[in-house]
């Protein structure tokens, strides 16, 4: 099963958090954002300031990161698929002709 995890689901995944399904979604084939590392550690960081964690699980988590098996994205095909974004078009969009969001998976 293919997935796509944002930082929130990763975070939790990290800190053994999340739903049994979240989980179980990580332990597959994951695809998130290359940004996703930088959201990651800035969650943990602010998580680390607020007294929720403590430095040695913020250190853990920020190793276990980089060691999850998560297919990372270039973050300028996901904003060109945005909905909303700024990219233009010569033509008119219309419901047929806009993108899928996840469009940028199925590459």
């Known amino acids: ?11 939790a995944f990290l ?10 979604a990580m332990l597959g084939e994951v695809h998130a954002p290359a940004s996703v590392d930088v959201e990651v550690t800035q969650t943990l960081r602010g998580l680390l300031r607020a007294d929720r964690i403590d430095l040695a699980t913020a250190d853990l988590g920020r190793i276990e990161l980089a060691d999850l098996p998560i297919r990372r994205h270039p973050d300028a095909a996901l904003a060109a698929t945005a909905p909303g974004s700024f990219v233009t078009s010569a033509r008119p969009t219309t419901a047929s002709t806009q993108r ?8």
């Open 100 to 107: 899928s969001p996840k469009a940028w998976m199925r590459r």
């Open 1 to 11: 099963m293919r997935t796509v995890a944002d930082g929130s689901v990763i975070v």
């Open 15 to 24: 800190l053994g958090e999340g739903s049994g399904e979240e989980r179980d």
